[in-house]
């Protein structure tokens, strides 16, 4: 079996689509292969992300915040999910596109984070269990 390719894009490419990217990982294992990037990356990866991933065993500081020019490359993807970027997602070669409205949780407090980040992990589980 192929591997599935997944790409996650948010505005920054610093909180959602990042870890969403690592639970694709985390979940996935070998059958997949999972991307991230921001339709305006920030060019960091949020330091609240990575405590959060850290609490899971999950090292995002490895993780840089990418544009969409530097995923290009990989395409075509098996799904593209977007979050909450509205007009600013672009258009990628993909057999399906996805928008998660999930909130960003850049100025949150860690409890209401984790559980934006759980929310995701759930939600990056059941994507992978329905490809």
């Known amino acids: ?15 959602r689509s990042q ?8 979940h996935g294992g070998d059958e997949v292969e999972a991307y991230s990037a921001g339709s305006k990356p920030s060019g960091v ?13 999950y090292d995002l ?34 057999k399906q596109f996805i928008d998660w409205q999930i909130p960003d949780p850049k100025y949150m407090e860690p409890e209401e984070f984790n559980k934006v980040r759980d929310y ?6 059941e994507l992978i269990e329905e490809l």
């Open 1 to 15: 079996m192929s591997k599935k390719k997944l790409l996650f894009v948010c505005v920054e490419n610093s909180n």
């Open 19 to 26: 870890m969403s990217q690592a639970f694709a990982i985390i």
């Open 45 to 57: 990866v949020n330091p609240k992300a990575i405590a959060a991933m850290k609490e899971l065993g």
């Open 61 to 94: 500081s490895k993780h840089e915040s990418k544009s969409l020019q530097e995923v290009e490359q990989y395409a075509p993807f098996d799904a593209v999910v977007t979050m909450g970027c509205g007009d600013a997602c672009p258009w990628m070669p993909a």
């Open 120 to 125: 995701i992990s759930n939600k990056v589980k």
